[in-house]
């Protein structure tokens, strides 16, 4: 690797990074990670940090999970590469297919289809939604309804249900016949809704609503996180999810769960579709499924769309659809492992207690600064506070002052995540109790000196 000053001096000026400005990468250097260890990361100044991140919502295991790295090194020297495409396959990519159709059995979920990662595996559920419609008879079903504040990735088609206008007015005009509903979030809402049960049924008649102007006969499917992430860790009420899968059966609608974040664990729960009692049709993961140590994602199908597709006699249910590195057998071998030791150490169980924990104590927080507006979280780790400059209009924080909480926080040794007035905190589920202190105390630290 090339010295220190080499990386320095070169830092952001020859690529530019995801969700950044490449000029304000240049004003504003990022911060150069060197190395990680446990929940821990090292930057290129020996400054060690909590990942209060976990990644990107995906290191759940944290950074020292052998097994994983060992099962990588192992099928590297086996197969380190074969195409899934019509003819071929291999042995890893069986097996995981395997384990994975054990896995989601209590979401009613039976069959993968491989991608390269989440955006993927969103664009990969879309396109399945459309084609499910066009093999059993409806061809008109070709719309899709989703959530404002819902993040769905990147691709063309994800960033069309994305219910975030930065991830979108850049990009416009994207794909045709996307429409928004409310979310379930009770500090912003369009009803000033403050109570969580009856603004989950305000979205819902929303839907509903949306659903009769439209036509149900030209929806294909509603897309949703369980629980929404990047919008700001926003929490429905436990009817909201059962509520929508009811609407979506009654009007012929596929319900895709989007458990890129969710799956796995980080609700507390082994999903979040079932952290609500609810069975999707189509259910996209991916980040966790390897630890993020290799770009891996599924889409999982329910029975109801297997037989559809699978009973087709034309060339209807031919799948013209597929990536490069659909089923790598080194992704496979990667989400074995993980997957194994996911189980084992039956992560849920320390993500419910470890996020009640961070719930708590941003709670106890925000009695004691007026910039914390509102807390999001108490299902597993996925946790945000929302900032602001005036508690009684809502006013968000500016950015400046943000990005300084953001250094400060850094400083005190916890790497946290700011998207536009919230922090996020989502580190890896095998955190402890006395590192979820650390992370409260440095943010506490850091909100005290700013605020003087």
């Known amino acids: 690797m090339k010295a220190s000053n080499f990386l320095k001096e070169n830092n952001a000026r020859h690529m530019w990074h995801p969700m950044a400005h490449p000029k304000d990468s240049q004003h504003n250097p990022p911060k150069i990670i060197t190395s990680a260890r446990g929940v821990r990361l090292c930057d290129i100044d020996n400054h060690q940090v909590i990942d209060a991140v976990g990644g990107l919502w995906n290191v759940n295991l944290g950074f020292s999970s052998d097994p994983v790295k060992k099962a990588i090194a192992e099928q590297l020297e086996v197969l380190p590469y074969y195409s899934t495409f019509r003819g071929t396959t291999n042995d890893a990519i069986i097996e995981l297919s395997y384990e994975l159709s054990e896995f989601f059995a209590p979401d009613g979920l039976a069959t993968a289809f491989f991608t390269s990662g989440g955006s993927d595996s969103v664009e990969t559920a879309l396109r399945l939604a459309r084609q499910y419609h066009k ?15 819902g993040y769905h990735g990147t691709h063309t088609g994800a960033a069309s249900v994305n219910g975030n206008a930065n991830f979108r007015a850049a990009y416009e005009p994207l794909l045709p016949g996307c ?16 109570d969580p049960a009856k603004l989950a049924q305000l979205c819902v008649a929303a839907l509903e609503n949306e659903v009769a102007f ?9 897309i949703m996180e369980p629980i929404l992430g990047a919008g700001g860790v926003i929490v429905p009420h436990d009817t909201f999810m059962p509520m929508i899968r009811e609407v979506c059966t009654r009007h012929g609608i596929l319900l895709i769960a989007d458990e890129v974040i969710a799956a796995f664990g980080r609700t507390g729960a082994w ?24 770009p891996f994602g599924a889409v999982m199908l329910s029975q109801q769309i297997v037989e559809v ?13 597929g990536y490069t590195y659909s089923g790598h057998p ?23 207690a470890r996020g009640t ?24 780790l996925m946790t945000a506070i929302e900032l602001v400059s005036d508690r009684e209009k809502k006013t968000p924080l500016d950015k400046k002052t943000t ?23 989502s580190p890896p589920l095998i955190i402890d109790e006395g590192d979820i202190g650390k992370i409260l105390s440095a943010i506490d630290s850091a909100l005290e000196s700013v605020m003087s």
């Open 357 to 380: 924990q961070m719930y708590e104590g941003l709670n106890q927080l925000q009695t004691k600064y007026e910039m914390i507006g509102d807390v999001r979280g108490g299902k597993g």
């Open 214 to 222: 439209q036509g149900a006969n030209t929806i294909a499917a509603f």
């Open 271 to 294: 999903s979040g579709s079932r952290l609500w009692g609810v069975q999707p049709d189509m259910s996209c993961t991916a980040k966790a499924i390897t630890n993020g140590y290799f």
């Open 179 to 194: 429409f928004h509903i409310p979310a379930p979030y009770t500090y912003r809402n369009p009803f000033n809704e403050s």
């Open 403 to 425: 990005g300084a909480i953001q250094d400060a926080i850094y400083n005190n040794g916890v790497m946290v995540r700011i998207s536009g007035p919230n922090m996020i905190l």
């Open 135 to 149: 093999i059993n008879g409806e061809p008109g079903r070709v719309k899709y309804l989703s959530l404002k504040k």
């Open 330 to 352: 080194v992704g496979a071998a990667a989400a074995l492992a993980c997957l194994k030791e996911t189980r084992r150490l039956n992560v849920p169980v320390n993500a419910a």
């Open 309 to 321: 597709f699978e009973n087709d006699s034309t060339a209807a249910g031919f799948i013209g659809h």
